[in-house]
Structure formats: C-alpha cells, structure tokens
C-alpha cells in the first residue's frame, strides 16, 4: 500500500521568505507527526496531530513555524521568514493513533534557506 | 543528561559478525521502544519496536529491552554490508506520543 507522501522533496530558498511543506499520511491512520532532522543531528520533534484533538505543538521551535492538518489527513508545515538555520530535512510519519505508537515515516522534505 | 543516550560511532564489524548496538534512556516511565535504521540521504525505516522485558527476535535482528536499567540494544546476527547505516534509537515516554531519538549510531560492516 500507498506510504507517507512529502512535498517538495527538495526545496530552496531565500531568507526572509515564506515556505509551505506538504504531508500526506497513510490512508485510516489518524495520528500524523512532524519531526525535523538536522545534519548529522537526531530527530527533533516539531508538532503531533491526533484526529480531532488540539495538536501537540510542544516541538515547535519559534512562533514562525505552524502547522494545520484539514480533514484529518493532508497536512501542511508553514515556516514564515525562514532563517538559514531552518535548513534541515523535515520529516513527516503517521501511526494508526489510539495507543499505536509505531511511526512510519515519509521521505522528507530537504530545505535550504540560502 | 540527554534523554536517549547512543554512542555515535561508527561501528565497524566484519561481515558474518555480530553487531550490538546500545541505547540508554533517562524517563524510567518510558513505554514503548524503537529501532529505526537510517540510510544516508534517507528516512527512518522501522526495525523494531519492543514493549516488555526481554528479547524480541525478528530474522537476524534481536531487540533487547531492560526497564530496570533503563537499558535497550539491538544486535544483527550475521551482520551484512547492506546492514551499514545510521541505527537510531527511540523512545516513547509515557503520556507522550511524539517519539524522543538518540542521535543515532552509525555502523558499518566491512566486507
């Protein structure tokens, strides 16, 4: 079956501007997460959607960053006024939800902020 | 104190070798327990998960989990060149769903 989709897979641009990264889960999974990865880094947690739930925006390292999931599928990460140190590799995973915890992730989306 | 632990490596074994990767953690309430492998340029694919004590065996991979000690590892019996790849552990704190990543351990296997 059909995995975790990300778009772009790669995406350039300059500081000070705005960009939308675009996450499509798993069909029937009701839990979506957004993790970012820099160089040589872990994994750093960003936001968690959980059906109808208010989002778990803990992760979120400035008020730049946002994040909707519309119909409790797509979701969209917002970075206004990108920094250059916002380059990273953001990264996408969905769970069934409900007490199921293992994650799959997309291929993520590559950022560059020159 | 980070809350997952890994040595990053690299960790270089020879083919036909086993392979024991380590990760510690510091929430004692943690529940749930991950292996993702990680190729370069790529995403996190599932290994394993393990929830209780003990060993959880799935082909060549072996989880091990010890709560008391606050202690998970992953050994690949027969270890392969295509096993090479960033090994990152995860954990999932009680009342969290996020997962929480070491910063994984890198291994390689020479042929």
């Known amino acids: 079956g059909a995995g975790v989709s990300q778009s772009p897979s790669n995406k350039v641009t300059e500081k000070g501007k705005d960009v939308e990264l675009r996450c499509d889960p798993i069909?029937?999974?009701?839990?979506l997460y957004w993790y970012r990865q820099s160089l040589g880094q872990g994994l750093e947690f960003l936001i968690y959607?959980?059906?109808?739930?208010?989002?778990?925006k803990s992760g979120l390292p400035s008020d730049r960053f946002s994040a909707e999931r519309t119909g409790g599928s797509v979701s969209t990460l917002t970075i206004q006024r990108t920094q250059q140190e916002d380059s990273a590799v953001y990264l996408c995973a969905s769970s069934f939800g409900g007490g199921e915890e293992t994650q799959y992730f997309g291929p993520g989306t590559r950022l560059l902020v020159l | 104190q980070k809350e997952v632990e890994q040595n990053s490596g690299p960790l270089s074994v020879p083919e036909g070798a086993i392979a024991s990767l380590n990760c510690t953690y510091s929430?004692?309430?943690?529940?749930?327990f991950f292996w993702y492998r990680q190729y370069s340029g790529k995403s996190p694919e599932l290994i394993m998960s393990?929830?209780?004590?003990g060993d959880k065996e799935d082909g060549r991979f072996t989880a091990q989990l010890n709560k008391a000690s606050q202690y998970v590892s992953l050994l690949i019996r027969d270890s392969q060149p295509s096993d090479s790849a960033t090994y990152l552990c995860a954990v999932n704190a009680a009342g969290r769903r996020a997962l929480t990543f070491g910063s994984g351990t890198r291994l390689q296997v020479q042929p």
């Open positions: 959607f959980q059906g109808n739930s208010a989002p778990d």
């Open positions: 929430d004692r309430g943690s529940q749930s």
């Open positions: 393990i929830y209780s004590n």
């Open positions: 069909s029937g999974h009701t839990a």
